[in-house]
């Protein structure tokens, strides 16, 4: 399987090469392409990433220089310029395990029906989602995502060809633009998770309340809203279950805040 790596990247120069490393340093022996995509940045990156290139014996790094239009643009680049026939995403702030790729491609070879698989990340372990029980591989739908939003970026590699049904990321959307994405594809395809952690993501702090997009909280359930909305929209939802989600959501909202402010 060839796989296309896209790393966004802005403002980086503490995180960019132990991200990239991590990618270098997959045991994963197949065809990978590793493109980093600069979204303005007006740090020291681009300088740390041509140095990266220059010194690389490894996998391929294609580097992307663009003006600033966010991680959703940065992100849809890469994926306009990956020639592989899988897309794995990472952000330049998180870090793959070293058998990451691996261990995806093995199940991925002998589950030729998964169209996009997740893993965990941080040491999670999920059990159970509400009422339902997650295995080893598990499906996961959309309705599910709406309850807990379980694909994270970084850890997710799905096949190329989904783009050309369900599109890109929504640039307009700053906020929670993943989730409106991974539920658009989890309509279409089978997405599965592998409930093993095979990534790092923001050296393993708290997943929300520090700094970051996921870091401001209302910025972040006003994205999560809309993505309710653009489900009852295209009829993943009724209006009841619209209606519950949304109370489910803002529940979680004001736990996230109290659990802000007493950590």
């Known amino acids: 399987m060839d796989v296309s790596v896209i790393i966004p990247m802005y403002n980086s120069e503490n995180t960019i090469k132990n991200c990239i490393d991590s990618v270098l340093r997959q045991t994963y022996n197949g065809k990978v392409e590793i493109i980093v995509v600069n979204d303005g940045s007006k740090d020291n990156s681009k300088a740390i990433v041509e140095e990266i290139i220059q010194n690389n014996s490894g996998f391929p790094i294609e580097f992307i220089n663009k003006n600033n239009g966010g991680v959703s643009s940065a992100r849809n680049m890469g994926m306009k310029l990956a020639r592989g026939n899988w897309i794995a995403l990472l952000d330049s702030d998180d870090e793959w395990l070293p058998t990451k790729l691996e261990r995806q491609i093995q199940l991925l070879i002998e589950n030729p029906t998964i169209d996009f698989l997740g893993t965990n990340r941080n040491g999670e372990y999920f059990d159970k989602i509400l009422w339902k029980k997650l295995s080893l591989l598990t499906r996961i739908s959309p309705k599910l995502l709406m309850v807990k939003f379980i694909f ?112």
């Open 152 to 263: 994270v970026v970084p850890t997710v590699i799905f096949k190329k060809k989904i783009i050309s049904d369900v599109g890109y990321f929504d640039e307009t959307q700053k906020y929670a633009e993943e989730g409106n994405y991974f539920i658009r594809i989890a309509q279409k395809y089978n997405c599965f998770l592998l409930n093993e952690s095979l990534v790092i993501t923001g050296d393993g702090k708290a997943h929300f309340g520090h700094s970051g997009l996921s870091g401001n909280l209302k910025e972040m359930e006003k994205g999560e809203l809309k993505n309710l909305k653009d489900a009852l929209n295209l009829k993943i939802i009724n209006n009841f279950e619209y209606s519950c989600l949304v109370a489910f959501s803002i529940l979680k909202y004001f736990r996230r805040i109290v659990i802000v402010k007493t950590r």
